[in-house]
């Protein structure tokens, strides 16, 4: 079965620092792992998605994550926080040969301080 | 692309009362879900279609839970008898299909809030 682990519900960074969000993820077949922004009030939006391919995955906003199997990880970084960054981040799994449920984390709350 | 459109994005009813909310899906779309958020947490998978077909249910959809995609483009969740414990964003998501499905994202709307007094 799937499963998502993210570690730190809470993170907070100084601007212009280093973000690293933490994900691990449990799956019995190659997976698709997915990482998804929400602001208060609204749905989620993807940042970025690894299928297959290359490892290390560009999204939106700056953000990026790497793919290592042998860790079963897809940590979220960017190398530079801005204040409008601060939002709820949620690391999702779906597996590949015929699956179509997503699996969420149970968050990691971003805070970005001045 | 329109977006993911969702009807009441706020519902306030007594326990015991039904409620039905609408998901407007982008059109292109075949697949559409339901899930259920509460504070502090990850959307929880509720139901799936693919098309009109509704081809998997969560254990957390009860009897009380029913939802219908009649002709394969918006959907509608209907709650009855309200409990307090259903109180919860309900989140709606659509995506394409892919071959080997599970890889295409899912673009959510805004969701619609529900509090049971």
């Known amino acids: 079965a799937q499963s998502v682990t993210q570690l730190g519900s809470h993170v907070s960074v100084s601007e212009g620092a280093l973000v690293l969000l933490r994900c691990n993820y449990s799956?019995?077949?190659?997976?698709?792992l997915f990482w998804y922004v929400q602001y208060p009030n609204q749905g989620l939006q993807l940042l970025l998605k690894?299928?297959?391919?290359?490892?290390l995955v560009k999204g939106i906003n700056g953000f990026e994550a790497e793919f290592k199997k042998s860790e079963t990880s897809f940590h979220l970084t960017k190398p530079s926080a801005h204040m409008s960054d601060a939002a709820e981040y949620f690391c999702a799994v779906s597996e590949a040969t015929g699956g179509f449920k997503t699996i969420f984390g149970a968050g990691t709350r971003l805070f970005v301080k001045a | 692309d329109t977006g993911v459109s969702q009807d009441p994005r706020h519902k306030i009813t007594k326990r015991g009362q039904n409620v039905t909310f609408r998901c407007d899906p982008i059109s292109e779309h075949n697949r559409l879900y339901w899930y259920r958020q509460t504070l502090g947490q990850g959307p929880e998978f509720l139901t799936y279609f693919q098309n009109e077909a509704q081809l998997e249910k969560s254990r957390l959809l009860s009897d009380r839970f029913s939802a219908e995609r009649p002709k394969g483009s918006f959907s509608t969740l209907e709650i009855q008898r309200t409990e307090q414990g259903d109180s919860a964003m309900y989140l709606c998501?659509?995506?394409?299909?892919?071959?080997?499905?599970?890889?295409?994202?899912?673009?959510f709307g805004d969701g619609t809030r529900l509090s049971i007094l």
């Open positions: 799956s019995s077949v190659p997976p698709y």
């Open positions: 690894y299928t297959t391919g290359a490892t």
């Open positions: 998501a659509s995506s394409k299909s892919s071959g080997t499905g599970g890889g295409q994202p899912q673009h």
